[in-house]
């Protein structure tokens, strides 16, 4: 088995468990924003037998011809790929979406707001979320975060809650787990070797309410 056929055996069983124990709504409108290869919005396809729409957006067409070939390779119709935008706003209407997933998308880069992105993209899930919509965020390198003065500085899983908190969204508490898929797919890493499924990082997901 590869590393690939353990990240799709994921994505219909761990990757389903983590939005279909918070999402009620049996035809939800998703939004995956950053989606990469996609591995979460296939997971919300599968959680909610391919009721949901999912939109996976993301400024690479690379990723997005990826994630469109994955989708019907699979059979699966529900996906629908958008390219994003440089400034991290969203092309949707207000109370589109029953769930917005910020997978690996706060951290302490990103023009053209050098670090302070997810402070956007906080208010556009705000905008774009239904009211009782979830906000999905799984973040990683924590140590990398920048202040509203654009200063590097250590964040915590606290801190983060406390900063999301304060846009009006309420932490729903959980122990779901995500994964960092980051190696899987970059060629600097394949070349180097020794990627495996059970060594890429893990971290938690924080789920909001709005």
Same mark, same amino acid.
């Given at each position: 088995?590869?590393?690939?056929?353990?990240?799709?055996?994921?994505?219909?069983?761990? %990757?389903?468990?983590?939005?279909?124990?918070?999402?009620?709504?049996?035809?939800?409108?998703? /939004?995956?924003?950053?989606?990469?290869?996609?591995?979460?919005?296939?997971?919300?396809?599968?959680?909610?037998?391919?009721?949901?729409?999912?939109?996976?957006?993301?400024?690479?067409?690379?990723? $997005?011809?990826?994630?469109?070939?994955?989708?019907?390779?699979?059979?699966?119709?529900?996906?629908?790929?958008?390219?994003?935008?440089?400034?991290?706003?969203?092309?949707?209407?207000?109370?589109?979406?029953? $769930?917005?997933?910020?997978?690996?998308?706060?951290?302490?880069?990103?023009?053209?707001?050098?670090? *302070?992105?997810?402070?956007?993209?906080?208010?556009?899930?705000?905008?774009?979320?239904?009211?009782?919509?979830?906000?999905?965020? /799984?973040?990683?390198?924590?140590?990398?975060?920048?202040?509203?003065?654009?200063?590097?500085?250590?964040?915590?899983?606290?801190? /983060?809650?406390?900063?999301?908190?304060?846009?009006?969204?309420?932490?729903?508490?959980?122990? /779901?787990?995500?994964?960092?898929?980051?190696?899987?797919?970059?060629?600097?890493?394949?070349?180097?070797? %020794?990627?495996?499924?059970? %060594? *890429?990082?893990?971290?938690?997901? *924080?789920?909001?309410?709005?």
């Amino acid at each position: 088995m590869t590393i690939f056929d353990e990240v799709n055996n994921w994505e219909k069983t761990e %990757g389903t468990k983590i939005f279909s124990s918070v999402i009620g709504t049996p035809d939800p409108v998703i /939004l995956d924003y950053g989606c990469g290869a996609g591995n979460y919005s296939f997971a919300a396809a599968y959680a909610f037998d391919q009721k949901c729409k999912v939109y996976a957006v993301d400024i690479s067409s690379q990723c $997005l011809n990826y994630v469109n070939e994955k989708a019907k390779n699979e059979k699966i119709s529900c996906i629908k790929t958008a390219m994003g935008r440089e400034d991290y706003r969203h092309d949707f209407e207000d109370d589109t979406f029953d $769930l917005v997933i910020y997978a690996d998308m706060f951290h302490g880069e990103g023009k053209p707001y050098d670090g *302070l992105h997810r402070f956007v993209m906080v208010e556009e899930a705000k905008r774009t979320l239904k009211k009782g919509g979830i906000l999905a965020v /799984l973040p990683f390198h924590l140590s990398n975060f920048r202040d509203k003065d654009k200063k590097k500085c250590k964040y915590t899983y606290k801190k /983060l809650i406390a900063e999301i908190s304060g846009y009006g969204f309420t932490y729903l508490e959980n122990d /779901l787990q995500g994964i960092h898929f980051e190696k899987v797919y970059s060629p600097y890493y394949q070349q180097k070797g %020794g990627v495996t499924f059970e %060594g *890429l990082e893990r971290g938690k997901f *924080l789920m909001f309410v709005k």
